[in-house]
């Protein structure tokens, strides 16, 4: 059974930081790429950040970009998220997400984590 399982959310105050961790197993993953997506309340489900697999190009999407990397384990098919210089609106449920290719909506995405809640106080 194919699996996205997350961990590493929890509360930080502004300016902290967080590691979101996610580990794919079950399946063949070796082909699909893994990202992030969040969803605040009342928002759409967002892209935060994609990894392509095969040579490691990633991708952040404008608000992150500086504050957050996206990389992966050695081992196995892990994708980390670490966020620094974390803000309010960075508060949401943050998902581990695959798909083979593109990954810019959610619309895109074949397999999610159950997802982990990132809250960030003032």
């Known amino acids: 059974q194919a699996q996205l399982v997350e961990s590493g959310g929890g509360l930080v105050q502004a300016g902290g930081s967080l590691r979101l961790s996610c580990v794919a197993s079950?399946?063949?993953?070796?082909?699909?790429?893994l990202g992030w997506f969040r969803q605040a309340p009342g928002k759409e489900r967002e892209i935060v950040a994609h990894l392509r697999w095969s040579d490691g190009t990633t991708y952040y999407t404008e608000p992150v970009k500086g504050r957050f990397t996206i990389s992966r384990g050695n081992a196995g098919k892990t994708v980390y998220l670490q966020m620094t210089s974390l803000k309010p609106e960075d508060t949401a449920i943050y998902y581990c997400a695959a798909a083979r290719f593109t990954m810019s909506t959610s619309k895109d995405v074949e397999f999610w984590g159950q997802g982990t809640q990132v809250t960030v106080s003032s």
């Open positions: 079950g399946r063949t993953f070796s082909v699909y790429n």
